[in-house]
């Protein structure tokens, strides 16, 4: 049967006259054909998909973007104009201070897992800090709010949102460092600690310039993913209709302004307040994950993005 | 009068809580910040997360439709160290929003046929039971949604305070509370949230305050009252409701509105408080809170009407001066004085 | 980055070499003290080796025992305060269909249920799309074409969950409802055994519609790791079948999937995973209501994740409380498992577990 089909060509079809394998053929191609358009179809699918939404974020979102919206505080419930200052400021300090305590323990963690790590304890390590790049950003809220809410503080801050964002990114910096630092030829440390410099030296003048680039890949995209998160800060920001600092009370965040417009706010500007919101997020967010291209210019090994 | 900043007052509290009152405070927190220049940060997470949250004392005040009962005052006291005061703020009716494209008439409902539709027993707009108090009206052959409240929710409990007291087969269902077993519909987050699903989807219905219906241009039921008139919800109906009660208000002021007797009376109101601990522990917060809310039980009550709220009726606003009175930082008064 | 490795020589000489070369110039420490002494100083610092290597080692260590330190008081904290709850319902609590607060008795089965069946039916979409789109991009994408794509389509798993949510309320839940619902409630309605599925209003908020955003949150997932694993088919199967006369899609139905199998379940397990976790976006699209368990792809319900959202604020009393965090442990462990068992079957099967949005 492969033999006789291997042979096949419209000429040589018809010289030997092949009645049956001819719609054997036909229905061959025509499922060839249905399953490539099918295929296909899944990509064009998926492609277009992304583009509807952020299309639509960027139509209706567009028009509400004006100064007001950047510098104002929201106005009384119901009322027009105003902006959301106070979610912008929010959203980029508990975020800054997540980074600040995530990104120092997530490299730390993946620079001892790549280059110390190799008893039980790191692997202990490296299988929880994988389980916890998956665990539901809800239960860490609930955590933030039972020991910073409850107790800690006593009352609703925006420290305990930054925790919890802070270890949401921990497990994910500390799982790429050490990828990518494992990616970095070992003939490099060999050569450096041949020459008589300390291993902590060859770490952070050799090995770590040399990856620099996947990991701040790695931090950029961690970062781009807190950025989101909304279900921590639910729990234990409470969100502010005021700008503020004080990162000991509550603080209003831009996820947070979205998911108040989205379904608290049925007042007619709500929904376009939410679509100026959700491009201001989406904005910070791509504007991060485009930064990752830019770390290709630093060299060194990359992994998978 | 509260007329401009006070030297040793905070310059921010946070408060949370009911979203019955939210137009309202929101309005009021604007104004006040305008007047003292302090920021008074409310967020509508709903009457049992306030609760919950002067229970833990982790705002400086909550907002309430729904009492603390005996139970939750003794939990609260942990933290607080005395009874949590419930110092009223203004009275608003629940109405019964629906979204219907092609009728132009309002609806009129009874307590009866609300209860059933929310217990899906009415299960369709052109049901009898409706159309029997409808003469007239071209209702749709379509399936209700119904929309009810998802978190716990001062506004449900007086809805269905409401209905417990009008409908045998609800007292025998659901039943009263903030939350309660829905039979079905849509659960919606915050009295905002309610709104946004009954405008959101055609055939929907859904109990929201008066504000959110208005401020939405959502049409709402005139429900019967105790005496059998049928009465639209309005701030006068509500002053009415209110005034019948207002002389049997006990001395905490944790009492309820609904089905209140006399003609004009609308049926839902309800009375929302600020729920506030009376031993303070720190002095400049303590003196920002006690003059927010002498204003708002004074001068913010000159919002209320456009607002469709109801102004406090003098004899509660007298009771509600007490409570202010009496809060204590340190063991001293914390109210500065007008 | 380069050394150059100068062997002797004096000063001056090394330092031309250092100049021309254009390279940081490491000198054999032991022999050639003498030699470039500045740049012995930026990199070839002997002096207080040991001692640095150890503090550096400790303090990185510390650094990788406080993930320990996390995940252990993660599980304290939940399982300290769901004791209450899990003890006084016992089995009740995963079986049990009944949740209501005000008698105390708390039957997460809804909730349950309600995370499996959105999560299926965002798997049963997702899981055809991204093999699909995985393929396009192994198979049949040109060179030039591949990178875009992937790019584009894992784009889909940076948008955060609160967007989609409010995507789906303004956009897609009034779309299916009137496109979807009610024309499959018209046209099973009367087909028995099928109408259990459409039981109920077309409300927009069930589900149905969870499911389908659920469907393009995991997209991204499944496809990223289904394309690593069908990339790792190894040629000459691929080429032994087309030899043979195949059709490109009999060589892959007959070489790349089969070869591919295994890791294409991983994929959609992983996916899985992620479904059951999500929490935003499911919890503005499914309604948050009725506890009843039915068939019908228009109830609304909720997922484990959307009751603790809904609940956690309002938990009135300590056993309420308790039970939200029971919640959260069953969560915990649902996810934790499903996540273990996709990471071992792609790993095994030679995909990369690290998927974009992870």
């Known amino acids: 049967m492969q033999a006789q089909l291997a042979t096949t060509s419209n000429a040589t079809r018809s010289r030997l006259n092949l009645q049956a394998t001819d719609t054997l053929a036909q229905r061959r191609k025509f499922t060839n054909n249905l399953m490539t358009g099918l295929i296909g179809g899944s990509a064009v699918l998926g492609v277009s998909i992304l583009a509807i939404i952020l299309g639509y974020i960027v139509v209706k979102g567009a028009p509400a973007l004006n100064l007001d919206f950047f510098t104002k505080n929201p106005p009384a419930l119901g009322e027009a104009g105003g902006g959301v200052a106070p979610a912008i400021r929010g959203s980029l300090l508990i975020v800054a201070l997540a980074s600040l305590v995530g990104i120092p323990v997530g490299l730390g963690a993946g620079i001892y897992l790549a280059e110390f790590g190799r008893g039980r304890f790191a692997n202990i390590v490296r299988f929880i800090a994988d389980l916890m790049t998956g665990l539901p950003s809800i239960a860490i809220g609930a955590v933030a709010w039972a020991l910073l809410v409850k107790r800690g503080f006593g009352n609703y801050n925006a420290l305990a949102g930054s925790v919890a964002l802070a270890i949401i990114m921990i497990p994910i910096i500390t799982r790429t460092t050490e990828e990518i630092l494992q990616l970095v030829p070992n003939n490099l440390r060999e050569a450096s600690l041949a020459l008589g410099t300390s291993q902590w030296k060859t770490i952070m003048s050799v090995v770590l310039p040399v990856a620099r680039g996947g990991i701040l890949t790695g931090i950029i995209l961690s970062v781009a993913r807190v950025s989101g998160e909304t279900a921590p800060l639910l729990l234990t920001v409470l969100g502010n209709s005021f700008a503020s600092n004080d990162l000991t009370g509550p603080m209003a965040a831009l996820p947070l302004e979205i998911y108040q417009y989205a379904t608290k706010s049925p007042f007619a500007d709500s929904f376009t307040k939410a679509w100026g919101a959700s491009l201001i997020l989406i904005l910070i967010i791509g504007l991060l994950s485009l930064s990752v291209r830019l770390t290709a210019y630093l060299g060194g090994p990359k992994g998978r993005r | 009068m509260i007329n401009g900043p006070f030297s040793g007052e905070a310059n921010g509290l946070n408060g949370a809580g009911a979203t019955f009152p939210q137009v309202l405070y929101s309005k009021w927190f604007d104004e006040y910040a305008k007047v003292t220049n302090v920021k008074v940060n409310y967020q509508g997470t709903g009457s049992g997360a306030g609760k919950n949250a002067i229970r833990d004392q982790t705002v400086d005040f909550a907002g309430s439709d729904s009492p603390m009962s005996d139970a939750e005052l003794e939990a609260a006291k942990a933290k607080c160290g005395e009874t949590i005061q419930h110092i009223p703020t203004t009275l608003g009716a629940i109405v019964v929003a629906y979204n219907l494209p092609n009728v132009s008439q309002k609806l009129k409902l009874d307590g009866d046929v609300i209860a059933k539709i929310f217990m899906e027993q009415v299960k369709k707009w052109n049901d009898p039971a409706i159309a029997a108090l409808n003469p007239g009206v071209t209702l749709p052959n379509e399936e209700i949604i119904t929309v009810h409240r998802s978190d716990s929710s001062g506004t449900t409990d007086n809805f269905t305070s409401y209905l417990n007291l009008v409908s045998p087969a609800w007292a025998a269902g659901p039943k009263s509370g903030s939350t309660v077993q829905w039979p079905g519909g849509i659960g919606a987050n915050g009295n905002p949230g309610v709104a946004s699903e009954v405008k959101n989807n055609p055939y929907a219905i859904g109990y929201v305050e008066l504000a959110f219906a208005k401020q939405n241009s959502l049409a709402y039921a005139d429900v019967k009252n105790k005496e059998g008139q049928f009465v639209t919800a309005s701030a006068a109906s509500v002053t009415a409701a209110g005034q019948a009660f207002a002389p049997t208000a006990p001395a905490d002021l944790r009492f309820k509105l609904v089905n209140a007797p006399g003609a004009q009376s609308y049926p839902i109101t309800a009375i929302t408080w600020i729920l506030v601990c009376p031993k303070q522990t720190d002095q400049a917060k303590a003196v920002a809170l006690t003059r927010m809310l002498w204003w708002a039980t004074h001068s913010g009550q000159q919002f209320n009407e456009a607002l469709d709220y109801a102004p406090l009726p003098p004899a509660i606003v007298v009771r509600a001066e007490g409570f202010i009175n009496a809060i204590t930082v340190n063991g001293q008064k914390a109210f500065p004085g007008k | ?358």
């Open chain 3, 1 to 358: 980055m380069c050394y150059l490795l100068a062997a002797a020589g004096d000063l001056a000489q090394t330092q031309i070499l250092i100049r021309e070369s254009g390279c940081s110039v490491a000198v054999q420490a032991a022999k050639h003290r003498r030699v470039s002494s500045a740049a012995r100083v930026t990199l070839n610092d002997g002096r207080g080796g040991a001692w640095g290597d150890r503090t550096f080692q400790a303090v990185t260590f510390t650094f990788a025992a406080i993930i320990l330190l996390l995940i252990v008081t993660i599980f304290v904290v939940l399982f300290v305060d769901a004791r209450v709850a899990l003890a006084k319902e016992g089995l009740r609590f995963v079986t049990g269909q009944v949740w209501n607060p005000t008698e105390g008795v708390f039957g997460a089965l809804p909730y349950i249920y309600g995370t499996i069946f959105t999560s299926l039916i965002g798997l049963v979409i997702a899981t055809p799309i991204a093999v699909g789109a995985a393929l396009f991009i192994v198979e049949y994408a040109p060179a030039w074409l591949r990178a875009p794509v992937s790019f584009v389509v894992e784009l889909l798993a940076v948008i955060p969950s609160v967007i989609y949510g409010f995507w789906g309320i303004a956009v897609l839940a009034p779309f299916l409802r009137d496109r979807l619902e009610r024309p499959l409630k018209a046209a099973l309605g009367d087909v028995p055994g099928l109408n259990q599925l459409v039981q109920g209003p077309a409300r927009g908020r069930d589900m149905l519609v969870a499911g389908v955003i659920l469907a393009i949150m995991i997209l991204p997932t499944i496809m990223s790791v289904a394309r690593e694993v069908i990339s790792t088919v190894p040629g000459t199967q691929r080429e032994g079948m087309l030899a043979l006369g195949a059709t490109k899609w009999e060589m892959i139905r007959g070489a790349v999937l089969p070869y591919a199998r295994a890791g294409i379940v991983g994929a959609a397990i992983l996916g899985l995973g992620r479904a059951i976790g999500e929490t935003m976006a499911v919890t503005m699209l499914i309604g948050n209501s009725s506890t009843k368990i039915s068939w019908s792809l228009l109830t609304p319900g909720y997922t484990m994740a959307s009751a603790i959202a809904n609940q956690f604020a309002d938990a009135n009393n300590s056993l309420h409380f308790s039970a939200i965090i029971g919640v959260a442990v069953i969560l915990l462990f649902v996810t934790g498992a499903v996540n273990l068992v996709a990471r071992l079957i792609v790993s095994r099967f030679g995909g990369d577990t690290r998927a974009t949005g992870i």
